[in-house]
């Protein structure tokens, strides 16, 4: 735990000596809050609370170069620093709080520091400093008084030492605004040891925590019952959590945040997840925590492409486990990401399902342009259910050569893949190079005729014919060796064949996108016969 000093230092030489997850609890929530302020740069009052806001200053025990900011000077030096805020007409109220008085004197002077130490500071009309030398909760309403009206957005900070100050009511009232949002510290260890004591007064203050009027022994005191509690009783729609463990790897406390918001969720679970990636890529149970018992800390830094391509992997397999042989939409799939899988939602992940196949189809609704994932939030999806899969193969075999010979130059070949799912997966350049691939495969096979001289030397797709070998031979048995599996309403592609189609099918092989050896596609073929048998149609390509 943090060993504040209470010594009466000058202001400038108090700093608070503590253990290494302190750090990276100010690092959650200056990442956290770069992201607020971002978001809500365009409303007119933004709120930003600290009642247990220290002296300011931190540095790490026995290493007297490690120094950083705390989170009152910490959130200040973002604000003035920060670019959306510099360009909107926002103004920013911040309140902090220190109760011991030459630790409150101490963070004063480095409110009025930090304006000197910054560029370009924001002015003092439009980032409005009050700093409080009161007790927490009262000070909450100190701070209502002073601003006349409830404010429509606060983030609150709530780092109290131990657990009896951090009550209940308070935490409703913090969230009891439009847009309040808390993240709150948990003291994991010290209510597991209230959980076995017991003396009386201990235990009502554990059922202060919890917002219960008396304590008792079925009460479970973790922090799974109280975030359960937070959403019950408190107005908060989300929550989430994160470990901090001691140098034993012990679990001590718990920043937990709160929110009505889906999109704090969605942010906070991408900070948290990264920092916890960042600081132990080896992390399997996916319970975000830092722990003092390893002790290399993250680079600063914001927190795009944070899922490996491994995550993105393990997150599409969730998100096929549950909508397998189901329609659904993009907003569904963000749900369910954010509230029931480890994971932070990034498009990676669908470009990812789409890869393995697990993707059926995606209708764009945008007007013939090449589909994109972020761009049709309205469009449908469909997942592969295990009986499309073996369907879905065997039709693509079947209908493939008369789809492929209407390519006849090298441009054809781009044009088509843009237009299926290869669109959704991959970039323009990586499709160049799978076609270039397939172009290659073809004309080893016999199977076309292409200027291979020039066709080598193409850095990009141009009108090189294309002319194929044999009009009546089958080259199924070529798709059957590519991984791209393709298949398109031949009746529109007859019409306009490549640039106005809307509805494309993806086509699953092998679990990981793999390309199939020849063995495993021939044994395939006997399933497109069998299905020939069943349906001159061969199954529906309307894809709603
Ligand atoms: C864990 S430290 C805060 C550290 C700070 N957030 C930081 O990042 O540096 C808790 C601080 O709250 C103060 N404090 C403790 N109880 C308080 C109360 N009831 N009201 C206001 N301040 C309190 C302590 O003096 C101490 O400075």
Same mark, same amino acid.
């Given at each position: 735990?943090?060993?504040?000093?209470?010594?009466?230092?000058?202001?400038?030489?108090?700093?608070?000596?503590?253990?290494?997850?302190?750090?990276?609890?100010?690092?959650?929530?200056?990442?956290?809050?770069?992201?607020?302020?971002?978001?809500?740069?365009?409303?007119?009052?933004?709120?930003?609370?600290?009642?247990?806001?220290?002296?300011?200053?931190?540095?790490?025990?026995?290493?007297?170069?490690?120094?950083?900011?705390?989170?009152?000077?910490?959130?200040?030096?973002?604000?003035?620093?920060?670019?959306?805020?510099?360009?909107?007409?926002?103004?920013?109220?911040?309140?902090?709080?220190?109760?011991?008085?030459?630790?409150?004197?101490?963070?004063?002077? *480095?409110?009025?520091? !930090?304006?000197? %130490? $910054?560029?370009?500071?924001?002015?003092?009309?439009? @980032? #409005? &400093?009050?700093?409080?030398?009161?007790?927490?909760?009262?000070?909450?309403?100190?701070?209502?008084?002073?601003?006349?009206?409830?404010?429509?957005?606060?983030?609150?900070?709530?780092?109290?030492?131990?657990?009896?100050?951090?009550?209940?009511?308070?935490?409703?009232?913090?969230?009891?605004?439009?847009?309040?949002?808390?993240?709150?510290?948990?003291?994991?260890?010290?209510?597991?040891?209230?959980?076995?004591?017991?003396?009386?007064?201990?235990?009502?203050?554990?059922?202060?925590?919890?917002?219960?009027?008396?304590?008792?022994?079925?009460?479970?005191?973790?922090?799974?019952?109280?975030?359960?509690?937070?959403?019950?009783?408190?107005?908060?729609?989300?929550?989430?959590?994160?470990?901090?463990?001691?140098? *034993?790897?012990?679990? !001590?406390?718990? %920043? $937990?945040?709160?929110?009505?918001?889906?999109?704090? @969720? #969605? &942010?906070?679970?991408?900070?948290?997840?990264?920092?916890?990636?960042?600081?132990?890529?080896?992390?399997?149970?996916?319970?975000?925590?830092?722990?003092?018992?390893?002790?290399?800390?993250?680079?600063?830094?914001?927190?795009?492409?944070?899922?490996?391509?491994?995550?993105?992997?393990?997150?599409?397999?969730?998100?096929?486990?549950?909508?397998?042989?189901?329609?659904?939409?993009?907003?569904?799939?963000?749900?369910?990401?954010?509230?029931?899988?480890?994971?932070?939602?990034?498009?990676?992940?669908?470009?990812?399902?789409?890869?393995?196949?697990?993707?059926?189809?995606?209708?764009?609704?945008?007007?013939?342009?090449?589909?994109?994932?972020?761009?049709?939030?309205?469009?449908?999806?469909?997942?592969?259910?295990?009986?499309?899969?073996?369907?879905? %193969?065997?039709?693509?075999?079947?209908?493939?050569?008369?789809?492929?010979?209407?390519?006849?130059?090298?441009?054809?070949?781009?044009?088509?893949?843009?237009?299926?799912?290869?669109?959704?997966?991959?970039?323009?350049?990586?499709?160049?190079?799978?076609?270039?691939?397939?172009?290659?495969?073809?004309?080893?096979?016999?199977?076309?005729?292409?200027?291979?001289?020039?066709?080598?030397?193409?850095?990009?797709?141009?009108?090189?014919?294309?002319?194929?070998?044999?009009?009546?031979?089958?080259?199924?048995?070529?798709?059957?060796?590519?991984?791209?599996?393709?298949?398109?309403?031949?009746?529109?592609?007859?019409?306009?064949?490549?640039?106005?189609?809307?509805?494309?099918?993806?086509?699953?092989?092998?679990?990981?996108?793999?390309?199939?050896?020849?063995?495993?596609?021939?044994?395939?073929?006997?399933?497109?016969?069998?299905?020939?048998?069943?349906?001159?149609?061969?199954?529906?390509?309307?894809?709603?």
């Amino acid at each position: 735990m943090n060993s504040c000093s209470q010594s009466v230092l000058p202001p400038s030489d108090q700093i608070d000596e503590v253990h290494p997850h302190t750090f990276i609890k100010v690092r959650i929530l200056e990442r956290y809050l770069n992201a607020w302020s971002a978001k809500f740069s365009g409303t007119t009052d933004m709120v930003y609370f600290d009642p247990f806001a220290g002296v300011g200053r931190i540095k790490s025990k026995g290493s007297p170069n490690s120094e950083a900011d705390g989170s009152a000077i910490a959130a200040l030096r973002l604000f003035h620093n920060h670019r959306a805020l510099k360009n909107k007409p926002v103004t920013i109220r911040v309140f902090l709080n220190e109760r011991e008085t030459p630790r409150f004197h101490a963070l004063e002077s *480095r409110v009025s520091e !930090i304006k000197t %130490l $910054v560029e370009d500071p924001l002015p003092e009309q439009r @980032l #409005k &400093v009050t700093v409080f030398n009161r007790e927490y909760p009262k000070v909450i309403d100190d701070m209502f008084h002073d601003l006349q009206i409830i404010p429509r957005c606060i983030f609150s900070f709530i780092d109290p030492y131990g657990y009896k100050d951090n009550t209940f009511e308070a935490i409703r009232k913090l969230l009891s605004p439009q847009k309040g949002e808390v993240l709150v510290l948990f003291c994991t260890f010290a209510i597991a040891k209230v959980n076995e004591s017991s003396y009386r007064v201990y235990k009502e203050h554990v059922a202060n925590v919890f917002g219960l009027p008396i304590w008792t022994p079925e009460l479970r005191a973790d922090v799974n019952r109280y975030r359960d509690q937070l959403q019950k009783c408190a107005g908060a729609k989300y929550t989430l959590h994160f470990s901090m463990r001691d140098n *034993r790897d012990r679990r !001590i406390y718990e %920043l $937990v945040y709160a929110t009505k918001d889906f999109g704090g @969720l #969605k &942010v906070m679970k991408t900070v948290m997840y990264s920092m916890s990636q960042e600081l132990d890529r080896e992390m399997q149970d996916f319970e975000f925590h830092f722990s003092d018992f390893k002790t290399q800390r993250p680079e600063r830094g914001d927190t795009q492409n944070t899922m490996s391509d491994q995550a993105h992997k393990a997150c599409a397999e969730c998100l096929y486990d549950h909508f397998q042989g189901k329609e659904t939409t993009l907003m569904e799939i963000e749900e369910h990401v954010l509230l029931r899988t480890a994971y932070p939602y990034f498009i990676g992940t669908l470009k990812a399902a789409a890869a393995s196949r697990f993707i059926l189809s995606a209708e764009s609704q945008n007007g013939g342009r090449r589909p994109k994932w972020n761009t049709f939030q309205s469009s449908k999806i469909r997942f592969a259910s295990h009986s499309q899969l073996a369907d879905d %193969l065997a039709s693509m075999l079947r209908n493939a050569a008369g789809q492929a010979r209407r390519l006849r130059k090298v441009d054809d070949f781009v044009e088509y893949a843009k237009f299926t799912w290869l669109g959704l997966a991959y970039t323009v350049d990586e499709i160049w190079t799978e076609v270039k691939l397939v172009i290659e495969d073809l004309h080893r096979q016999g199977k076309i005729i292409c200027d291979m001289g020039r066709f080598s030397k193409a850095t990009k797709p141009g009108k090189l014919p294309v002319k194929w070998t044999n009009e009546k031979e089958d080259i199924r048995s070529y798709f059957g060796v590519s991984s791209r599996r393709i298949q398109t309403d031949r009746q529109k592609m007859r019409q306009h064949p490549y640039a106005d189609e809307r509805k494309v099918r993806v086509l699953p092989s092998g679990p990981s996108g793999e390309r199939r050896d020849r063995g495993v596609l021939e044994g395939s073929e006997e399933k497109n016969m069998e299905f020939s048998r069943n349906s001159q149609e061969g199954p529906s390509h309307d894809t709603h």
